[in-house]
């Protein structure tokens, strides 16, 4: 099983490629899509969309880990998030992946052990399951690593 996992956002994208490899989660590739604050949101959505698509092309995955939807305060926010998720459900369709998504709390749970876990713990866990993980990374991109090995800890084994 070879998972393309994703924090989705429209501001900063988390994207991350991973695989159990000798029954060990193995990164191979991870980045955070970043898009101007500036562009209207469609150019933005493009933007993300054609970069996805460029990853899925590149790594090949076979299945979609993606986070649910995080309702805040800001309506607008989470609508342009809906509206990325589901750019990125649909892009992950086409080329075949099985979705599979994750509450925040699941992936925390998942991850730490424990559906409570702050921003650090989560990152530390990561760093600890997949040293080879970049030091320098935003959060999205640990947060979009984690939806990884959540998604293999749920499913990756059974393959």
């Given at each position: ?75 607008k926010t989470a609508m342009a998030v809906s509206e990325a ?30 559906g409570g876990s702050d921003k650090n713990a989560v990152i ?36």
């Amino acid at each position: 099983m070879r998972v393309i996992s994703v924090d989705p956002g429209y501001d900063r994208l988390g994207v991350a490629i991973v695989e159990l490899v000798d029954q060990k989660e193995k990164l191979f590739f991870s980045t955070c899509i970043q898009t101007d604050k500036k562009a209207p949101i469609h150019e933005r959505l493009k933007k993300l969309g054609d970069e996805f698509t460029e990853i899925l092309k590149n790594y090949s995955p076979d299945t979609l880990g993606i986070e649910t939807l995080f309702f805040n305060k800001n309506q607008k926010t989470a609508m342009a998030v809906s509206e990325a998720r589901g750019i990125l459900i649909y892009l992950a369709q086409v080329h075949n992946c099985v979705v599979h998504e994750f509450s925040p709390q699941a992936i925390k749970v998942a991850v730490t052990g424990y559906g409570g876990s702050d921003k650090n713990a989560v990152i530390d866990m990561v760093q600890r399951l997949i040293p080879e993980a970049p030091k320098d990374a935003l959060d999205d991109e640990y947060d979009a690593i984690a939806v990884g090995i959540t998604c293999l800890a749920h499913f990756g084994r059974s393959q």
